[in-house]
Nanobody, 121 residues
Framework: VQLQASGGGLVQAGGSLRLSCAAS????????MGWFRQVPRNEREFVAT????????YYADSVKGRFTISRDNAKNTVYLQMNSLKPEDTAEYSC???????????????WGQGTQVTVSS
């Protein structure tokens, strides 16, 4: 499966961005989808994940209440709505597929090219 993330950019603290991740190649609805972020020299960090039918979502404590993950299986797309952004949210954000709900990036199989989010103070 091929994944392409988009929607990143430069935003002031307190602002919002909506990331999208479009999938192609295989049955999108067969996969759990996750968002992760990474800054240089740091390990990849879990952000959010959503079950195949969108019935369950999980968030990192650092983004809970500010970010919302959703998916549209008819459009083969997963979204990450990011509100009340903080400078510490600055990172490259990537989407990935898994067969299991997990906060560990190690169980995610396919990764898209990331999109950069920069939050200025």
């Amino acid at each position: 499966v091929q994944l392409q993330a988009s929607g990143g950019g430069l935003v002031q603290a307190g602002g919002s961005l909506r990331l999208s991740c479009a999938a192609s190649g295989r049955t999108f609805s067969a996969y759990v989808m996750g968002w992760f972020r990474q800054v240089p020299r740091n390990e990849r960090e879990f952000v959010a994940t959503i079950s195949k039918s969108a019935g369950s979502t999980y968030y990192a404590d650092s983004v809970k209440g500010r970010f919302t993950i959703s998916r549209d299986n008819a459009k083969n797309t997963v979204y990450l709505q990011m509100n009340s952004l903080k400078p510490e949210d600055t990172a490259e954000y990537s989407c990935a597929t898994s067969y299991f709900i997990s906060q560990s990036w190690r169980v995610y199989d396919y990764w898209g090219q990331g999109t950069q989010v920069t939050v200025s103070s």
